[in-house]
């Protein structure tokens, strides 16, 4: 996936990190959003099985944007890992929440239900992964 | 709706009862529903013998989005089903469609990275699902409240012709469609129709006709009620779809968007 030229123009800051690397934990608060610029990242639930994969996110895809179409949400659903070496760039928050601020508040609760129904709907398959592996 | 792109539909109010099927998976339809009034149940029953429960929505939710948003998906992903007497709101995608065109580019980015995302999510659950029917050979308790199909029926009034599926196929003979809906239709004949052709409950019919949009159609219908009081002269037939193509059901089911 190629990064498009409009993301760079929201990026306030770029890091990079080791494979492994923690860089959203479950549970915490934060309201960054952020987007791969190279390598790659698994996306991570904690159960009382421990970490269960959920989801491979590539370079050009987005990761804590639940923050932004959960309004008020603050704590991380899922936590998200550096798998092999990782660049990620940072999203100017400001700008962001501008631009989802601007948009009609219909097509705004079509968002949040989108959110929801992806939280509700990861949360099922955790449950149904569970208790498959029983 | 060509040629006539300005004309914004309204919001449509429906009630359904409790257990009535709002949306069903594999439906067509675009249109956005929110939750006014009650509780409705989110399913998924794809690939599997038994309905996954996904979600619950009240008050001031929304469901139908997925179809709405997502370009490639033009199928309801999961079924709705009221769990109590609800009353819903229907947008018409034109409400939204100019609005969503608009959305800056980023949001609309972040959007479908999150409907992908959730795509993914549903076929996982969908997978997990039958695993766990296969695993579980053993009979499956019935569905305690398989939930009645509520249908939404249009009022339309649409010439028809119809043969009998039998050996009176050579006659053809004409009506006009006067409802409308996924399951069936109301057929207005003339009573002299039922002079050479038998006109009764369970015979069965192929019927063509042609929507307001100029799509044309055809699908064999079976009568279930016959009601002679209804017009002098006329016989007022209750008929429900036995057989309906693909092409034809996605264009009715475009056409019923509420």
Do not use: C
């Not at chain 1, 934990?25 to 990242?41: A, H, K, N, P, T």
């Not at chain 2, 199928?75 to 007497?85: C, F, P």
């Not at chain 2, 308790?141 to 050579?170: F, H, T």
Request: charged share 25%.
């Amino acid at each position: 996936m190629t990064i498009e030229q409009f993301i760079y123009g929201y990026i306030a800051k770029e890091e990079t990190y080791q494979d492994g690397d923690i860089i959203l934990e479950e549970g915490s608060s934060g309201d960054w959003v952020f987007v791969i610029l190279r390598g790659q990242v698994k996306v991570k639930k904690r159960t009382p099985k421990g970490m269960i994969t959920l989801d491979t996110l590539k370079e050009g895809e987005i990761f804590g944007e639940l923050v932004l179409l959960q309004t008020g949400r603050k704590a991380r659903t899922a936590s998200v890992v550096a798998d092999g070496p990782l660049q990620v760039g940072i999203l100017d928050n400001e700008q962001l929440f501008k631009d989802y601020d601007a948009i009609p508040q219909q097509l705004r609760s079509l968002l949040r239900s989108l959110a929801k129904r992806l939280v509700n709907t990861t949360n099922k398959a955790v449950s149904m992964v569970l208790e498959h592996s029983k | 709706m060509i040629g006539n792109k300005k004309n914004i539909p309204s919001v449509v109010h429906l009630t359904f009862k409790k257990g009535e099927m709002i949306i069903k998976e594999g439906d067509f339809g675009i249109s956005v529903y929110k939750v006014i009034k009650g509780k409705v149940g989110i399913y998924s029953e794809s690939g599997t013998t038994s309905k996954v429960a996904l979600a619950t929505l009240g008050r001031g939710e929304v469901l139908g989005e997925m179809t709405f948003l997502h370009n490639d998906i033009e199928v309801r992903s999961a079924s709705a089903i009221a769990l109590e007497d609800s009353e819903l709101e229907v947008w018409h995608p034109k409400m939204l469609e100019s609005e969503y065109e608009r959305m800056p580019p980023m949001v609309k980015y972040i959007t479908n990275q999150s409907l992908n995302r959730l795509v993914r999510m549903n076929k996982l659950i969908t997978h997990l699902a039958s695993m766990r029917d296969q695993r579980e050979r053993s009979p499956r308790e019935k569905d305690p409240w398989a939930p009645k199909r509520a249908y939404y029926r249009k009022d339309v009034d649409l010439e028809a012709s119809y043969r009998q599926i039998g050996p009176l196929a050579k006659i053809l003979l004409k009506g006009r469609i006067k409802d409308i809906s996924m399951g069936g239709m109301g057929l207005e004949v003339s009573a002299g129709n039922a002079v050479n052709v038998p006109h009764n409950p369970g015979d069965k019919f192929t019927v063509s006709s042609t929507l307001p949009n100029g799509k044309e159609i055809d699908f064999r219908a079976k009568i279930e009620v016959l009601n002679k009081e209804k017009a002098p002269g006329k016989l007022f037939l209750g008929m429900n779809f036995i057989d309906m193509s693909y092409g034809v059901r996605k264009e009715l089911g475009f056409f019923l968007m509420p």
